[in-house]
């Protein structure tokens, strides 16, 4: 990985990754372990550099930039939030750099070939109630990316490590099955702590297996509040794709479509839960309520 | 592949079907070096035209499918911004000029092909200079330089305003009054330009498809930093190609470039787009601007770093070329004096940690 990098792949994508810190290197290898690499290398969408800035910023007070080759501006994070650097970057092109799929801001998850796409913004409790649903039965697409295709609506897993913030952290330690991998905590980054977990084997090995929408389900997590299924409007759903999506406008016509008929086809509420167990408790509730109700 | 160019994007441009045979670390060459010169998209399209998109490898389809949105969304956000620009500027009856990537798809030349630009840029007459700048500040727009020295620098000495930025689309448009900056040791005298400009719609203009080459060479070899600029060599080569079927255009073009004092760097586009890129520039006219050439002390030079620079920027003599362009570019550019001072400020702030 320090030469010519490590061509890893994560469901539609392969990276070319190139990391000159042996720190973060061991971090990314640790918490990578179990995807698909291909050493001897393969074609690749992205490409990632993290270095040091110069030969003195190696070794004293050392300081990871990370180039994604997709005109970033990150400021340089020091070392040993390096790990905190390459994920931001891998984002970062993601976001940026996707235009052949539709990308929505949302934590995507499937069961029963139906897949429920939780649009949301950072801090709703999404990823956590994403990553919580892998551990209770659910394939996790992604904590935070939704791809969809532009032809055929269908979603693409992306199961990327989920990143866990602040509080959720104990949380998911707490509920992840024995044995689940954990990055480090990051402490002091700008977004509080960071820590991350490798989602479980079963959605890494059937990341290639697309799946039809199910539902739209609005998360808000209010600690203290009770429980509740709200009911919510085709069109407010759409609405709330359309704004969670990075390249909605760039796709154009296609992505219109893909967006209306995903809006028409699948269920749609609010949920509102207190913490992870009874937000669990109201997808799965949610979800059976409109089984087979898919085209109403 | 038996003869290669040393560059996969050149190959790949010059004939679209040397594709299919690549194995996985050609096509990360390939993809690395277009993505370096932006120039994604038009591979893309050339895999489009020549139907041999189904046959690439699927993540390949992907990746140019991702370029071939992205520059059509791009190509789109850009039309719509001369929109808004053109409405901002509603009353202003004399005619706006648009260059560059803008110009290339108002008047849809293959030079737009897989096109990614991100910016407008427009030229008006000097005297109305200050009318079009109110008129877009007053519709929203705002200046991304605040600083003082570099305000200045672009009011005293560049060839456009300051640039003017749209907070809510993210569109930057730069507002040209010539093409050439004012201190170089070259200057265009930016009424003649304008003589000859050509309507696209309502008091929307082109430059004459003279004028727009010259343009882009000018850009490119005179006022340019040369390396990583393959995509404008390119689009030299798609003009020069798409022009040369226009009756007479050699001969305009050459009694053009002779009225506008632009003879270097013509001579230095025809000659690299027919060495590089193997555009067809016919003998005599080769012939006809011998005589624009620099010393041959300088074309020697020029003949290694202006072919290595085009290539992927992966040789140490790549470094050492580019930095030498470089410095040539700002020579060029301002005289000795002006220049030392710029440089100085430049250094110094960026000691004192203001820029990056």
Same mark, same amino acid.
């Given at each position: 990985m320090?030469?010519q990098?490590?061509?890893?792949?994560?469901?539609?994508?392969?990276?070319?990754?190139?990391?000159?810190?042996?720190?973060?290197?061991?971090?990314?290898?640790?918490?990578?372990?179990?995807?698909?690499?291909?050493?001897?290398?393969?074609?690749?969408?992205?490409?990632?550099?993290?270095?040091?800035?110069?030969?003195?910023?190696?070794?004293?007070?050392?300081?990871a930039?990370?180039?994604?080759?997709?005109?970033?501006?990150?400021?340089?994070?020091?070392?040993e939030l390096? =790990? %905190?650097?390459?994920?931001?970057?891998?984002? &970062?092109?993601?976001?940026?750099?996707?235009k052949?799929?539709?990308?929505?801001?949302?934590?995507?998850v499937?069961?029963?070939?139906?897949?429920?796409? =939780?649009p949301?913004?950072?801090?709703?409790?999404?990823?956590?109630?994403?990553?919580?649903?892998?551990f209770?039965?659910?394939?996790?697409f992604?904590?935070?990316f939704?791809?969809?295709?532009?032809?055929?609506g269908e979603?693409?897993?992306?199961?990327?490590? %989920?990143?866990?913030?602040?509080?959720?952290?104990?949380?998911?330690?707490? &509920?992840?099955?024995?044995?689940?991998?954990?990055?480090p905590?990051y402490h002091?980054?700008?977004?509080g702590?960071i820590?991350?977990?490798?989602?479980?084997?079963?959605?890494?090995?059937?990341?290639?297996?697309?799946?039809?929408?199910?539902?739209?389900?609005?998360?808000?997590?209010?600690?203290?509040?009770?429980p509740?299924?709200?009911?919510?409007?085709?069109?407010m759903?759409?609405?709330?794709l359309?704004?969670?999506?990075?390249?909605?406008g760039?796709?154009?016509e296609?992505?219109?479509? %893909?967006?209306?008929e995903?809006?028409?086809?699948?269920a749609?509420?609010e949920?509102?839960?207190p913490?992870l167990?009874e937000?669990?408790?109201?997808v799965?509730?949610? =979800?059976?309520?409109?089984?087979?109700?898919?085209?109403? | 592949?038996t003869?290669?160019? +040393?560059?996969?994007?050149i190959?790949?441009?010059q !004939?679209?079907?040397?594709?299919?045979?690549?194995?996985?670390?050609?096509?990360?060459?390939?993809?690395?070096e277009?993505?370096?010169?932006?120039?994604?998209?038009?591979?893309?399209?050339?895999?489009?035209?020549? +139907?041999?998109?189904?046959?690439?490898?699927?993540?390949?389809?992907?990746?140019?499918?991702?370029?071939?949105i992205?520059a059509?969304?791009?190509?789109?956000r850009?039309?719509?911004?001369?929109?808004? *620009?053109?409405r901002?500027l509603?009353?202003f009856?004399?005619?706006?000029v648009v260059?560059?990537?803008?110009a290339?798809?108002?008047?849809?030349l293959?030079?737009?092909?897989?096109?990614?630009?991100?910016?407008? !840029?427009i030229?008006?007459?000097?005297?109305?200079?200050e009318?079009? /700048?109110q008129?877009?500040? !007053?519709?929203?727009?705002?200046?991304?330089? /605040?600083?003082?020295?570099?305000?200045?620098?672009?009011?005293?000495?560049?060839?456009?305003?300051?640039?003017?930025?749209h907070?809510?689309?993210?569109?930057?448009?730069?507002?040209?009054?010539?093409?050439?900056p004012?201190?170089?040791?070259?200057?265009?005298?930016?009424?003649?330009?304008?003589? /000859?400009?050509?309507?696209v719609?309502g008091?929307?203009?082109?430059?004459?498809?003279?004028?727009?080459?010259?343009?882009?060479?000018?850009?490119l070899?005179?006022?340019?930093? *040369?390396?990583?600029?393959?995509?404008?060599?390119l689009?030299?080569?798609?003009m020069?190609s798409?022009?040369?079927?226009? /009756?007479?255009?050699?001969?305009?073009?050459?009694?053009?470039t002779?009225e506008?004092?632009?003879?270097?760097?013509?001579?230095?586009?025809?000659?690299?787009?027919?060495? *590089?890129?193997?555009t067809?520039?016919?003998g005599?006219?080769?012939? #006809?601007t011998?005589?624009?050439?620099?010393?041959a002390?300088?074309?020697?030079m020029?003949d290694?770093?202006?072919?290595?620079?085009?290539?992927p920027?992966?040789?140490?003599?790549?470094?050492?070329?580019?930095? *030498?362009?470089?410095?040539?570019?700002?020579?060029?550019?301002?005289?000795?004096?002006?220049?030392v #001072?710029?440089?100085?400020t #430049?250094?110094l702030?960026r000691?004192?940690?203001e820029?990056?």
């Amino acid at each position: 990985m320090t030469t010519q990098g490590l061509a890893l792949e994560v469901g539609p994508f392969v990276t070319q990754v190139r990391i000159l810190f042996p720190n973060i290197r061991e971090e990314f290898c640790h918490l990578y372990g179990g995807y698909p690499a291909w050493p001897e290398g393969a074609i690749a969408n992205n490409h990632l550099s993290v270095y040091g800035r110069n030969f003195y910023r190696r070794y004293i007070k050392p300081q990871a930039c990370v180039d994604t080759m997709m005109k970033d501006a990150f400021i340089p994070l020091p070392a040993e939030l390096g =790990m %905190v650097a390459t994920e931001m970057g891998l984002n &970062w092109q993601i976001a940026v750099g996707c235009k052949n799929l539709l990308l929505f801001h949302a934590g995507v998850v499937e069961k029963n070939g139906r897949v429920v796409i =939780m649009p949301a913004a950072s801090g709703s409790g999404k990823s956590t109630l994403a990553a919580g649903l892998s551990f209770a039965g659910w394939r996790l697409f992604s904590d935070e990316f939704g791809l969809a295709d532009i032809d055929t609506g269908e979603f693409v897993p992306y199961p990327r490590p %989920v990143s866990l913030k602040n509080e959720s952290i104990p949380v998911m330690k707490d &509920w992840a099955a024995p044995g689940t991998t954990f990055s480090p905590e990051y402490h002091g980054t700008p977004k509080g702590t960071i820590c991350y977990m490798r989602p479980p084997a079963e959605s890494i090995n059937r990341m290639y297996e697309r799946a039809g929408a199910g539902a739209v389900i609005l998360p808000s997590f209010r600690p203290g509040a009770t429980p509740e299924i709200k009911p919510i409007t085709r069109s407010m759903a759409f609405f709330k794709l359309v704004m969670s999506s990075a390249n909605y406008g760039d796709i154009g016509e296609r992505s219109f479509r %893909v967006m209306t008929e995903i809006a028409d086809k699948a269920a749609c509420c609010e949920i509102i839960y207190p913490n992870l167990e009874e937000g669990i408790k109201l997808v799965e509730r949610f =979800m059976s309520e409109t089984a087979g109700a898919g085209d109403d | 592949m038996t003869e290669t160019s +040393g560059s996969l994007v050149i190959d790949v441009l010059q !004939d679209p079907a040397v594709m299919l045979g690549f194995n996985v670390a050609q096509w990360n060459s390939c993809l690395y070096e277009a993505r370096v010169n932006s120039l994604t998209g038009r591979l893309a399209a050339e895999a489009r035209d020549q +139907g041999l998109w189904d046959r690439l490898p699927e993540r390949v389809q992907d990746i140019f499918l991702s370029a071939e949105i992205d520059a059509q969304s791009r190509q789109r956000r850009l039309m719509w911004e001369l929109n808004r *620009i053109r409405r901002a500027l509603f009353g202003f009856e004399e005619p706006i000029v648009v260059l560059k990537g803008g110009a290339y798809i108002a008047r849809d030349l293959t030079a737009a092909t897989g096109r990614v630009s991100s910016d407008v !840029d427009i030229m008006v007459d000097r005297k109305d200079l200050e009318t079009v /700048e109110q008129m877009l500040l !007053d519709a929203g727009w705002v200046h991304s330089v /605040e600083d003082d020295y570099d305000q200045r620098y672009y009011r005293e000495w560049a060839h456009e305003l300051p640039p003017l930025y749209h907070p809510d689309r993210g569109m930057t448009v730069d507002v040209h009054h010539t093409i050439l900056p004012l201190t170089g040791r070259l200057t265009v005298d930016a009424l003649k330009l304008l003589a /000859e400009i050509e309507p696209v719609d309502g008091n929307l203009y082109t430059l004459s498809p003279e004028d727009m080459l010259l343009h882009s060479a000018v850009h490119l070899f005179h006022d340019g930093v *040369i390396a990583v600029s393959l995509r404008n060599l390119l689009e030299q080569h798609d003009m020069i190609s798409e022009f040369a079927r226009m /009756e007479g255009f050699w001969d305009r073009l050459l009694d053009r470039t002779d009225e506008l004092g632009l003879g270097r760097p013509l001579f230095y586009c025809l000659r690299y787009c027919a060495l *590089i890129l193997g555009t067809a520039v016919p003998g005599e006219v080769l012939e #006809k601007t011998g005589c624009y050439a620099p010393n041959a002390l300088v074309l020697g030079m020029m003949d290694r770093m202006v072919p290595l620079v085009m290539k992927p920027p992966t040789s140490r003599l790549f470094q050492i070329a580019s930095k *030498i362009l470089y410095m040539r570019s700002h020579w060029l550019r301002m005289p000795a004096g002006l220049l030392v #001072k710029h440089l100085a400020t #430049k250094s110094l702030r960026r000691l004192r940690g203001e820029t990056h």
